[in-house]
């Protein structure tokens, strides 16, 4: 279900490294998967999607694999960044269904 | 290309007072909309989402109303705001069969 009140668990890697961040969703029907990047003060920004036919998607230095034995989505960002320094979501569609699920956040920090 | 616009970006209201916040999206007909609550460090909280004018699902209840008069203007409205509705406001919009949230700037409300 929808993670409101839990305080965000953070992530913190040294610029260059590889970044996972891990995410369980909660529901076996859900078909649909995204990863949103929220920096401070703004609103979360689209990054990657991947439907529940596939296991693993590749973007632009970022990559997202669905395990949908365990529930669990993973978010892999390459060569990280000091401006990848923000709080990634994880959202689940439930199929037939309008609404989006939102994981409770990580928080990653890129220390220079 | 879409783009989805709030506002007020701040606001400052005291105790008693009405509320209302704007939402509105270009470049898409018949969207889905959406809008959320995110407290300070956690996750998002859906309030309401509408798949078509004058359809709203609330899914919280609680102190605040939505409506959707026109296509692509959504709002949220309180006739008495309470210290708990201090929050970052954030509307979202989706098409389609595919349940991508594209979300605005969001609004900061701080009651006093």
């Known amino acids: 279900g929808e993670s409101v009140g839990l305080h965000l668990p953070t992530l913190s890697v040294q610029e260059g490294d590889n970044s996972i961040i891990n995410c369980a969703y909660s529901?076996?029907?859900?078909?649909?998967f995204i990863w949103y990047k929220q920096e401070s003060g703004k609103g979360p920004q689209f990054i990657i999607d991947?439907?529940?036919?596939?296991d693993k998607r590749q973007g632009q230095r970022v990559t997202v694999l669905l395990n949908k034995t365990v529930k669990h989505l993973s978010l892999q960002i390459a060569a990280t960044q000091p401006g990848d320094s923000a709080v990634y979501f994880c959202?689940?569609?439930?199929?037939?269904?309008?609404?989006?699920?939102f994981g409770a956040g990580t928080r990653l920090f890129v220390k220079a | 290309s879409q783009t989805i616009h709030q506002w007020p970006a701040t606001l400052v209201q005291p105790v008693g007072s009405p509320l209302s916040l704007e939402c509105t999206v270009e470049?898409?007909?018949?969207?889905?909309l959406y809008w959320y609550r995110q407290a300070a460090g956690r996750g998002l909280q859906l309030l309401f989402y509408?798949?078509?004018?004058?359809?709203i699902s609330s899914e919280v209840p609680q102190n605040l109303s939505a409506s959707r008069p026109q296509d692509r203007q959504f709002i949220l409205s309180s006739k008495k705001l309470l210290l708990s509705d201090s929050g970052f406001y954030l509307c979202?919009?989706?098409?389609?069969?595919?349940?991508?949230?594209?979300f605005g700037p969001g609004t900061r409300l701080t009651v006093l």
């Open positions: 979202a919009w989706s098409v389609g069969n595919t349940d991508t949230q594209y």
């Open positions: 529901n076996s029907a859900s078909d649909y």
């Open positions: 991947i439907r529940s036919n596939m």
């Open positions: 959202a689940e569609r439930i199929t037939g269904g309008f609404k989006t699920i």
């Open positions: 470049g898409t007909s018949n969207p889905n």
């Open positions: 509408s798949v078509g004018i004058g359809q």
